[in-house]
Structure formats: structure tokens, C-alpha cells
């Protein structure tokens, strides 16, 4: 898939994630997992960029391949125009402090012996990050800027709801006064109510701080008002991307189209497209099907789609999708 690069503040080429399968007593590799199998995009600044598909298509790998938590494959990882596997730990350090991220489970994510105010200042401490004041003090705005007081800087995260503790961990992000922060389904685990709250602030921040985002979900009603562009994953591959009027208005993937009918009354959004459900479960990446890797539950599959695997075709101004039906 051919972009432009110049204006990115995150740029992924050819992103594979393989992890052994050993065996026996010796551990001998006897096969892998592909994770995340040859997948490239990028990241505008200021931009807000979803990543959805079904549970173990890899998007939560690839998001940990961002923050280097995993060493990458093959392919490379920029940020702003540099390959993060050339950094030394110098390096490292200063790339993590600009790109931050928020995790799924709220509660699990925060130390339970910490109180909020060590949890949110304890990087300010570390790195110096406050200017000719205290501490306590950008601790104290963090808190007012996702919406939480000042009284609540000396609990601990169990006396706080689902929603409060990922406001809590939304702040931390904010300490380190990143570029780019990367979410990891970061309203799966609260309640219906709560979780139009969490994606209404984290647009306000980005505004107000000047944010990049990179934000994963299996939902693509919870990315629909956040996103500029969003991409879809399916068994480690991107199956479409494209800015969310398009997506939304102008499905162009099979499976794509699956997971907007599955948000309720979508079929209002989706004028001039047929309702369809996929069956069947998703294929082992162990063992991915040749050609198409979605050709074993498409239902618009032909016989060359278990032949040939389909490359990214430009269907109309940045919309892309990987299908044979648009093979040129």
C-alpha cells in the first residue's frame, strides 16, 4: 500500500509478528504464530486513527510492537522519520516518554498500594517534568483536566468505579506529556453508560494537549465519532482502511461490512448495502487458509480467493481494501 510518509508522526512498513510454538524437551521451534503478518500504515499528526476487528486478529499486538514491549519480526516502526529498532536506550527512554499508553483493564493497569498521587507523579518525580513548582501541583491539574479533584490525590485505586480509575490512568498518560498515545480497547471493560464519557474526553484532550491517537477496539461503534480513519484487522492482515465517513457510508470489504452490521440498528448507516452475517469461527494463525485469509467464511468468495492472497487497491481517494473483486 503506497502512502505518503511525510507527514506522519508514526509510519509501520511491512509489520510481522511471528511467536515460536517449541516443543519437546529440547524446545525445538516447531512452528508460529502469525500474529500480525505483513501489515503496513500510517499515523498523521494530530490525527485519530481506530484499529478494530474480532478478538485474536492482532491488533493488541501490534500495539505492543509500537511501544517495543515486543521485538518486531521484520518490518520497521518509524516515529517521526525514524526506526525505533536504531534506538539506543537513550533513545528508548525519550520515545516512550512521547508516546504513552492507556491499557484495557483500568484496575489491573494501577498499582493498588499506590495512592493516585504517587500513581500520576511518580514520572513527574522521576524526570524531572515539573518547572519551578511542585510536583503535587501538575498532579493536581492532570486531575482536573480528566475530570476528577483534588481530594481524590490521597485514595487508592479500589475506592474509585471502573470509570474514575481509567480517567486515573488517562492522567498518567498525560504526565509524561506525550505526542502520541496509543489505547488499548480502553472502554471495553466499563459499563455502556460510562464509556461515551471516556471517548468524549479523550477527543477534549486531544485538542486540549495537541494529541495523536492510535485507539484499539473490537467495536466499531465505539471508534465511530473519535476516528479520522480507521483500519480493519482480520487473522494478522489489514482487510480496509479508510476515513470513517467512508467506512461507515461505503463499506467496501465483506467482512467490514459483517462488523457494521453487527452494531445495532447500523442497517440506518448502511443504505444501498445488503445485511450480512459471517459464520464460522476464525482460522488458526497458526495455520492461516492460502490465498485470502478471509476466504474460509466470505461470503463473496470465488475460487481464486483460496489461490491468490489480494494486495491493498486504492478504490477511491485514501480508501483501500485488500479483496480480489478489486483486482486491477
Known sequence: MIQNYTDSILAVRGLKKYFPIKTGVLKKTTGFVRAVDDISFILRRGETLGVVG???CGKSTVARCLMK??????????????NI??????????????????FQDPYASLNPRMRVKDIIG?????????????????????LNNVGLRESHMARYPHEFSGGQRQRIGIARALAMKPKLIIADE??????????????????RLKADFGLSYLIIAHDLAVVEHISDRIIVMYLGNIMETASDKDLYNQPAHPYTRALLNAIPDVGKKQKGNRRMLIKGDVP???NPPSGCCFHTRCPDMFSLCSREKPKMVEISKNHWVSCLKYKR
Request: aromatic share 8%.
Open 85 to 102: 529498532a536504531n534506538f539506543n536506550d537513550s533513545k528508548l527512554l525519550e520515545y516512550r516518554m512521547m508516546v504513552q499508553m492507556i
Open 54 to 56: 474480532e478478538s485474536g
Open 284 to 286: 488458526s494463525p497458526i
Open 69 to 82: 514491549l515486543y521485538d518486531i519480526t521484520e518490518g520497521a516502526i518509524y516515529f517521526n522519520g525514524k
Open 122 to 142: 511518580e514520572a513527574i518525580r522521576v524526570h524531572g517534568l515539573s518547572k519551578n513548582r511542585s510536583w503535587k501541583e501538575d498532579v493536581k491539574d492532570l
Open 186 to 203: 480502553p472502554v471495553s471493560a466499563l459499563d455502556v453508560s460510562i464509556q461515551a464519557q471516556i471517548i468524549n474526553l479523550l477527543d
